[in-house]
């Protein structure tokens, strides 16, 4: 019996030395430091994805809310009041009223329609630029963190040789450490680069579609203001209803089934 037990005891699973946890402890101050930049890279990016993700679906639900309610308003002042307050296409619209405005109190300015749309390109640009805040970062991110988990990845396997040299043996026990620290940091930074540079490709291709609904809905205001507000883009009505269907005349009693009536 007391064979047994210690051969059970024999058979226990040993302790896990080279986890995760041990192999940041394994590579010290420098291997934390690295580990704390790439969490707070990864933190940021999520942050922008999110962030930038519901201003650019809040323009587009603007736009759609308020195309054809502006179109369909006496004029552009009229129809600017349809647009949420603060938004990239009341802006615009704002802008557009008031180069109008501003053109009829100047001399020697040239056409309106070309004084309109400077002021509309320069409205457009601006409204580009605040949508475009934060790619800047997930770029950086995307570009550098690889290579920051490459630098952990020279120390760790920078520290195994050393082992080495000092034990005069390349014994796993010797290198695991240092190794898998290495290979834990080009994990990470590829984990923190890959989401990055995914982010900032759709975040910039979203943006380029606001960019070209900005792009119609100025060239539109332009063609209204040249026109004397006769030109105006069409608007997809909604499904036509369908006509109520005829009630049927009611058969008389003695007709059912086909039967004529009976005559006397």
Same mark, same amino acid.
């Given at each position: ?7 059970? /005891? ?40 999110? @962030? ?17 309610? =502006? ?11 349809? =647009?949420?307050?603060? @938004? ?10 008031? /180069?109008?405005?501003? &053109? /009829? +109190?100047? &001399? ?13 390109? &320069? ?23 690889? =290579?920051?988990? %490459? %630098? ?8 195994? %040789? ?78 036509? /209803? ?17 039967? +004529?009536?009976?005559?006397?």
């Amino acid at each position: 019996m007391f064979t047994y037990l210690l051969a059970a /005891a024999g058979d226990v699973a040993p302790e896990n030395k080279f986890g995760f946890m041990q192999a940041m402890e394994e590579g010290g101050p420098v291997a934390w430091s690295i580990l704390a930049v790439m969490v707070i890279m990864s933190v940021g990016s999520f942050y922008i994805l999110f @962030s930038k993700l519901f201003e650019q679906n809040k323009v587009i639900g603007q736009y759609r809310k308020g195309k054809a309610a =502006f179109w369909r308003s006496a004029g552009l002042k009229d129809g600017a009041l349809k =647009f949420e307050k603060n @938004s990239a296409w009341r802006q615009l619209a704002d802008d557009a009223v008031k /180069a109008r405005d501003d &053109h /009829a +109190k100047m &001399h020697g300015a040239g056409s309106e329609a070309s004084y309109v749309e400077d002021s509309l390109a &320069h409205s457009q640009e601006t409204i580009n630029a605040a949508l475009s805040g934060g790619l800047p970062f997930l770029a950086s991110v995307g570009a550098t963190a690889p =290579f920051i988990g %490459l %630098l952990g990845t020279v120390i760790g396997i920078y520290r195994a %040789l050393i082992n080495i040299g000092i034990e005069g043996s390349a014994s796993i026990d010797k290198v695991a450490g240092p190794v898998g620290e290495a290979l834990i940091m080009t994990a990470i930074g590829l984990l923190v680069a890959v989401p990055a540079v995914l982010a900032f490709n759709w975040l910039q291709s979203r943006n380029r579609r606001i960019a070209a609904l900005m792009t119609d809905f100025c060239n539109d205001i332009l063609a209204y203001i040249g026109s004397d507000g006769t030109v105006k883009p069409s608007l997809t009505a909604g499904p036509a /209803a369908k006509p109520a269907a005829k009630p049927t005349a009611a058969k008389p009693a003695g007709t059912a089934g086909g039967a +004529k009536p009976a005559t006397k």
